[in-house]
């Protein structure tokens, strides 16, 4: 336990520490504006997402993150006058009949809000942005995004809950609750159509340094790179297969991907599941009701050495579609 507390302490506050400083989601393809902030606005009408996942079961203090975003496009007049917000955005086709119905959304602006709390042992991320993209049409059946976030991150160290071998160690010179504040931008583009989606986006863009009121001086944050994407097969009308990829690339650790295939009936009910590399194989399963109300669940089988302490992880998402 008390080498734990440190290890995730100074995962996050060493410059020569190797691990990834944002949260890992397996069920990103549901809910994208955690990576890509050049997707708000892409639905027509308001989009709310939620999300929680708990990370490592059975570690004590292991990651747990929850987030918050909200997302709708945005009319300002001129050649938009005649649409409401509703009439801008896409909808996603349920069959292969209504995919040669799908046609790309007229360009617009989109806005929406990202809250992310993720807390590991004694410390506390709390990041909160203003997203904004713009989508081009390109043709008749694609368009083009490109996105930026904008806000502030608070991380709190909750130096009182250190526990160090040597009663006395010398390590923080403070007691109780640290924050430090700094701000975030985040950007990204986004190619999307009736069967497909290519992203790319870039978080941390701002590298900050890490201090707490001069007891860790030393970690510095690292910009965040993500790749994506993924094409969608009908099987028959009704059935769909999809297989995606995400690759991560935050220096120094090595290039890291996840492959993620998933199966649904007319997007009503799917079935699904990936592979981490050097971390986990995951499942999930999920349904849409009404295209309104979308619940999702993940579960994931860790393949890491810390297999023999945890028991997986968990995640659970829920949209809603005004």
Request: aromatic residues 14%; hydrophobic residues 40%.
């Amino acid at each position: 336990m008390k080498r734990f507390v440190v290890l995730i302490v100074f995962k996050w506050i060493s410059i020569t520490v190797f691990a990834q400083q944002r949260p890992h989601y397996s069920q990103y393809v549901q809910n994208m504006s955690v990576l890509n902030p050049a997707v708000t606005g892409l639905y027509s009408g308001k989009d709310l997402r939620l999300g929680l996942r708990t990370q490592w079961q059975g570690l004590e203090n292991a990651p747990k993150t929850s987030y918050v975003s909200f997302s709708m496009p945005v009319s300002f007049g001129g050649d938009m006058t005649n649409y409401r917000s509703n009439d801008l955005g896409v909808t996603e086709p349920q069959t292969k009949d209504e995919m040669f119905d799908y046609t790309a959304s007229m360009a617009h602006h989109s806005f929406g809000v990202l809250f992310i709390n993720d807390k590991s042992g004694p410390l506390n991320r709390i990041t909160g942005n203003l997203t904004y993209a713009y989508h081009l049409a390109i043709g008749d059946r694609i368009n083009l995004s490109v996105g930026l976030g904008v806000g502030v991150n608070r991380l709190g160290l909750d130096a009182q809950s250190l526990v160090f071998d040597e009663p006395g160690d010398p390590v923080t010179s403070t007691s109780g609750q640290i924050n430090k504040f700094s701000p975030d931008l985040n950007a990204g583009i986004y190619l999307y159509g009736a069967e497909f989606f290519v992203g790319a986006s870039m978080q941390q863009i701002i590298k900050n340094k890490l201090a707490f009121d001069g007891s860790f001086n030393t970690g510095k944050e690292v910009a965040h790179y993500f790749l994506t994407a993924g094409y969608k097969f009908w099987m028959g009308n009704d059935f769909s297969l999809t297989p995606s990829v995400m690759l991560k690339m935050v220096n120094p650790l090595p290039k890291a991907f996840d492959l993620n295939l998933k199966f649904a009936y007319r997007d009503n009910f799917w079935v699904g599941g990936g592979y981490r590399k050097n971390d986990a194989l995951f499942g999930n399963v999920g349904f849409n009701i009404a295209k309104m109300v979308g619940v999702g669940y993940a579960y994931d089988y860790t393949t890491s050495q810390l297999r023999t302490a945890s028991s997986g992880s968990h995640e659970i998402t829920l949209r809603l579609l005004f």
